[in-house]
């Protein structure tokens, strides 16, 4: 079936899919987890990435607890997840591809230990980089310097296209000739030092995710032929119909996944023997028996993370929110450990005494421990409005740093009408790496800016100002 037939063969199934209307929450659920595990699976394994499928899924729901595996390939996972997560759930939104974009999305999939080849991450490319391909001939991609000229046409050129049927101008492309003809131009310039090909799979999804198509990934079994069309397109001025061809089957693939969902079959696959094999080699290939990932939090690191960074955070929040003390009457606010009763409660007192107190109660129930649903809770509670009579009211806000063994995600109350909590999520570390000055400050900012116009809206509409 040539390249045309296949692309009325999607335009025909794309036409089944969009019949049925919007799908329940359960299809949904289950088409985008098949898609967000066989994207992030098999995308990541064609880099070198160790995680077998079942570690994938558990990297995917959160409970990070692969031992004996490069922290790299964890990370990268999980980035690699929280930006295809995004990619999927926003559907046919903004689809034009910006610089900024592709940079912020090669910064969230790549992780690396040493600080030297850190710095390359999110930047374009400074040094030569190469492939050796199927005929074992080296093939230079594009020159650094010609890189970010190159790029902007690319992203030029595309957005045209894209535009071209957003605005159902005369003369326009298939949205997927859009996406594969990107794909080829883009790997062929190479813009990264590394981690080029699932930047071009992400962004070529994204594409055809815009136009409201499924996305693809390319399978274990055919990953030979997909590096061998590119190789023949990018060293002999190989037919990029074959390639094109070969793509148009794995769209193919994912939308018949999405209408076996909707009919009620079963989309998940059962593990296939020669997967298991092949990353067991990968495996045995690239992990150093004396790397383990040792990232758990107990109770010295915990204690290490009070004395630094979080009483960091503390010193900052405690003046600041001391600061509306005199328009309430009836004020405490309050600072605990869940699991461990270590609690301070105070009002006007000077910083140093309030987190010196909750470090002797931390120290005294030391023994209750338990490194699960560890929170620490930021609450402010102001009474009653000082000027307020009969129409007065109250204020309560504060943050939550909700730990667990790998990792930890910090939320703050924002403002919302009819005293209804808004929490909002601000950061989630890995590995519990500290808070920045910048994210310490932006937390108090957020928490002291919700007190502020909670007040400011209250009092307005009391008629008390």
């Known amino acids: 079936m ?16 969009d019949s049925y209307g919007e799908l329940s929450p359960e299809i949904k659920k289950k088409i985008n987890y098949k898609f967000r595990l066989d994207w992030n699976y098999f995308s990541n394994s064609m880099e070198g990435n160790t995680l077998t499928i079942d570690e ?53 999939i790549m992780y690396e230990d040493d600080e030297n080849i850190k710095s390359k991450i999110g930047i374009w490319k400074k040094e030569i980089n190469y492939i050796i391909n199927y005929r074992n001939e080296r093939f230079d991609f594009l020159d650094p310097s010609d890189v970010k000229e190159a790029m902007h046409t690319l992203l030029n050129q595309t957005n045209a296209a894209i535009d071209s049927i957003n605005f159902k101008k005369d003369n326009i492309l298939h949205p997927v000739d859009i996406a594969l003809k990107f794909h080829l131009d883009y790997i062929s310039i190479h813009p990264f030092y590394d981690g ?36 023949d397109i990018q060293c002999y001025g190989g037919d990029t119909e074959l390639f094109y061809e070969f793509m148009a089957d794995k769209i193919l693939r994912s939308q018949k996944i999405i209408l076996d969902a909707i009919s009620g079959k079963e989309i998940q696959e059962p593990d296939d023997l020669d997967k298991k094999i092949s990353m067991l080699e990968r495996e045995l290939e690239s992990v150093d028996s004396n790397e383990e ?10 204690s290490e993370i009070l004395n630094t960074w979080l009483s960091d955070l503390l010193i900052k929040a405690i003046p600041k929110i001391q600061k509306f003390n005199h328009f309430f009457n009836g004020t405490q606010h309050h600072i605990s450990i869940t699991n461990m009763s270590s609690y301070s409660q105070f009002v006007n007192e000077p910083y140093e005494k309030i987190i010196n107190a ?33 129409k007065t009211f109250g204020c309560n806000y504060g943050f939550e740093i909700k730990f667990d ?41 957020r928490l002291t800016n919700a007190i502020f116009e909670h007040i400011d809206i209250n009092s307005k509409k009391n008629g008390l100002r």
């Open 2 to 17: 040539s390249y045309l037939e296949k692309k009325n063969q999607i335009d025909e199934l794309q036409k089944r899919i």
């Open 56 to 108: 994938t899924r558990s990297v995917m729901v959160g409970n990070i607890t692969v031992g004996g595996k490069p922290i790299k390939d964890i990370l990268e996972i999980k980035g690699h997840d929280q930006v295809i997560t995004k990619i999927i759930a926003l559907g046919k939104a903004e689809n034009r591809l910006s610089e900024e974009r592709i940079l912020e999305i090669h910064k969230a």
């Open 196 to 231: 080029n090909g699932r930047t071009a799979r992400i962004l070529t999804n994204l594409i055809l995710i815009s136009f409201g198509y499924p996305p693809i990934w390319i399978k274990t079994n055919e990953r030979e032929i997909y590096y061998q069309y590119l190789g």
């Open 293 to 302: 990932v040792k990232i758990r939090l107990n109770v010295d690191y915990f």
């Open 358 to 390: 909750l470090k002797t109660e931390f120290e005294r129930n030391i023994d209750r421990f338990q490194p699960h649903d560890l929170r620490v809770t930021f609450n402010t509670f102001y009474g009653n409005f000082v000027k307020g009579g009969l």
């Open 405 to 445: 063994n790998i990792k930890y995600e910090v939320f703050v109350d924002e403002f919302a009408e009819a005293n209804e909590r808004n929490q909002t999520k601000l950061f989630e570390r890995l590995l519990h790496k500290p808070l920045t000055e910048n994210d310490i400050t932006e937390i108090v900012n």
